[in-house]
Nanobody, 125 residues
Framework: QLQLVESGGGLVQPGGSLRLSCTAS????????VGWFREAPGSGRWGVSC????????NYADSVKGRFTISRDNAKNSVYLQMDDLTPDDTGVYYC??????????????????WGQGTQVTVSS
């Protein structure tokens, strides 16, 4: 299993911003598509965004379009999720995942073989 580490979560007020990072230390992340998922309390993992190996293809869930931006820096072996205009509905544990079996299934958690440990994002006043 490929090892990923997320960071950047925290507590933020509604309307605020956070930038999440997903870094690989034991393999080259440039060879893989990478997705971000959110897991809210009592819910399963829900696909937020995905970026292709070269960064040329990007998908977003409808509810985050225009607010979230996914990007990657292959030189730093990292993928980022810039989250702006956050709302309480964005609260949850955010996971990055990689080794996606099929691009069209990017929102299906079972399509990924490797996951990070997650980082908590709480949006509250």
């Amino acid at each position: 299993q490929l090892q990923l580490v997320e960071s950047g979560g925290g507590l933020v007020q509604p309307g605020g911003s956070l930038r999440l990072s997903c870094t690989a230390s034991t393999f080259s992340l440039r060879d893989f598509h990478v997705g971000w998922f959110r897991e809210a309390p009592g819910s399963g993992r829900w696909g937020v965004s995905c970026i292709s190996r070269g960064g040329g293809r990007i998908n977003y869930a409808d509810s985050v379009k225009g607010r979230f931006t996914i990007s990657r820096d292959n030189a730093k072996n990292s993928v980022y999720l810039q989250m702006d205009d956050l709302t309480p509905d964005d609260t949850g544990v955010y996971y990055c995942a990689t080794d996606l079996s099929m691009w069209s299934q990017w929102q299906d958690p079972s399509s990924y073989r490797s996951w990070g440990q997650g980082t908590q994002v709480t949006v509250s006043s």
